[in-house]
């Protein structure tokens, strides 16, 4: 037989990537997401030894398929739904309109029974027997219609699995009782240590802070499992980002999200740190929990973090939707307002052009056929510059859709923070390389894995995962 080379026409192209460590560099295949970790000083041997070139290049229609799969097989499973377009709060960064937060409308109890009735009508008909869709009562504010709300969660406890994203400040302890006694998942936001940071950009609309309402809510909820709090990294806490994760690990938060601030409206893109001054606290945090880890042998949980390392050591594994592209906007999960229209994601709600119908005029079977869907569902990094020669595309994905729209007018452009993303990556790689990403993830993350190719030889570490059963998707955001 012929023996194949890599980089050449028959065999499989590899690049090498240096990730910053000192005595690993990366290969990766980009059109596959195929990676694995070389000695740095056995990089030529490996790529002109036969055998190595071979497994990759026999594995590599399994790889495709199984990205093309991650990529264009999912179904909707999730719904983002908005019960109210009013909120109290009045955050600097929020990517929804003001004037909608301040005098919006809201669902009523019946519309709201109503709507939930034709979701489930068509989950049933898209997904597998026995598979409950989620349904995350999102916004603005969805405690400000908190009795339609509670009504829904226990009408339909049996048929949707329940969360609810809120800024928590109208969580009091009946509340609280009702939500954790039924095990919703709940999502809070907190932006910094101290009153002082967290107020800057979290504030009524009367200006009044609101930190120490929220942290008491987090006392509160300390020991339950099945809460997150998003911290949205700005300009205005990026040098406390290592702090926050002290008093996230303080308060037993099980998981959280560091999320970089969304450019999609003005208050954001007035926010949007660095790459180079976001890289350094973000990585900073990591180390911090790491730290922190290794004092208590308690994680906190960096999720949006963690998706990358799943994206690297288990691609199908990952729950976050955000960096693979098309991303998980009107392909995975959907947006509904309190009017009933559709979004292929929240980031969307208030942007013209992409409302893709109407749940109560007959429009969720037709919406993802709509431009507002297929413009989104449509956009692949192979169609934007310059990510279509980028070797970790497939590991970023271009995000963020609406961002990109807003912040350089096309959705075939590229969002925000694109050596941010890469430096993750780099990251990431490096605790592979030195056996650390353990630590990083949700206990009992592999239970569903099993190794596909492993070559461990003294110049080659391990290289590739792929989960054995579904792949379940999230899209947590930040509170309004």
Not at 409 to 416: E, I, K, N, S, W
Request: hydrophobic share 40%.
């Amino acid at each position: 037989m012929t023996a194949l080379f890599a980089n050449t026409g028959g065999g499989p192209a590899l690049v090498p990537i240096d990730i910053g460590h000192d005595k690993y560099m990366a290969l990766i295949e980009p059109d596959t997401a195929f990676w694995a970790l070389v000695r740095k000083d056995r990089i030529a041997e490996v790529l002109a030894d036969p055998a190595f070139v071979e497994q990759v290049h026999e594995r590599g229609a399994g790889f495709a398929a199984e990205m093309d799969a991650l990529r264009f097989g999912l179904v909707p499973s999730a719904v983002y739904f908005n019960p109210t377009e009013r909120c109290n709060l009045n955050c600097t960064y929020c990517y929804l309109p003001e004037t909608m937060r301040r005098h919006g409308v809201r669902m009523t109890e019946d519309r709201l029974f109503e709507a939930l009735e034709t979701l489930l009508a068509f989950f049933r008909r898209h997904l597998p027997d026995g598979v409950r869709p989620q349904v995350i009562f999102h916004g603005s504010e969805p405690m400000l219609n908190r009795r339609a709300v509670f009504a829904a969660i226990d009408r339909f406890a049996e048929e949707i699995v329940f969360g609810v994203q809120t800024n928590g400040t109208l969580l009091d302890p009946d509340a609280i009782e009702f939500l954790t006694s039924r095990e919703i998942s709940l999502g809070l936001s907190l932006d910094g240590p101290l009153a002082e940071i967290t107020d800057r950009t979290r504030r009524t609309h009367a200006g009044r802070g609101v930190h120490d309402q929220v942290v008491g809510v987090l006392e509160m909820l300390r020991g339950y499992h099945n809460h997150a709090v998003i911290c949205t990294t700005t300009t205005d806490n990026l040098a406390h980002l290592s702090e926050v994760v002290e008093l996230f690990h303080a308060l037993e938060v099980p998981t959280c999200m560091l999320n970089p601030v969304r450019c999609t409206l003005p208050g954001g893109q007035m926010l949007r740190p660095s790459d180079d001054d976001l890289t350094s606290a973000y990585l900073g945090a990591l180390d911090r929990s790491y730290a922190l880890y290794r004092q208590t042998g308690r994680k906190l949980v960096v999720a949006n973090f963690a998706n990358v390392v799943l994206a690297v050591i288990a691609p199908t594994a990952r729950r976050l939707m955000c960096d693979i592209s098309p991303c998980g906007a009107g392909r995975c999960f959907f947006a509904v307002d309190a009017h009933g229209d559709l979004f292929p994601c929240s980031e969307f709600i208030g942007l013209s052009g992409f409302r893709g119908g109407n749940l109560f005029t007959g429009g969720l079977e037709s919406c993802s056929d709509t431009d507002a869907f297929r413009s989104v569902t449509g956009r692949m990094v192979e169609t934007i510059d310059p990510c279509r020669g980028c070797s970790i595309r497939h590991f970023c994905g271009a995000p963020c859709p609406a961002e990109a729209h807003e912040l350089r007018g096309d959705l075939a452009r590229r969002g925000a923070y694109c050596q941010f993303y890469e430096a993750q990556l780099r990251y990431a790689l490096r605790l592979v390389a030195d056996g650390r990403e353990d630590a990083y993830l949700s206990d009992g993350w592999d239970t569903a894995t099993t190794t596909v190719l492993d070559m461990t030889v003294p110049w080659l570490t391990p290289s590739r995962q792929t989960t054995t059963g579904g792949t379940s998707v999230a899209h947590p955001k930040e509170t309004r």
